[in-house]
């Protein structure tokens, strides 16, 4: 087993990491489409999971009381 399994901040960065790309993904896909519906759909999906990535940061910096022990 690597080292890095048991590690969560490695399966924190490789999460961010993913999500990031979709993110900019579908807001380069929202430039190529001319359906406003298309649009709001892909734009609201970025934020969600841009939401997903600052809660991931806030594990990592323990900004959350939730992250603390």
Do not use: C
Request: aromatic share 8%; hydrophobic share 35%.
């Amino acid at each position: 087993m690597p080292a890095t399994n048991g590690d969560p901040r490695h399966h924190v960065e490789k999460m961010k990491d993913q999500l990031q790309k979709t993110i900019a993904h579908l807001r380069e896909d929202v430039t190529k489409v001319d359906d406003p519906q298309f649009k709001a759909l892909f734009e609201t999906s970025a934020e969600v999971l841009g939401g997903l990535v600052k809660a991931f940061n806030d594990y990592e910096r323990k900004n959350e009381a939730a992250w603390r022990r």
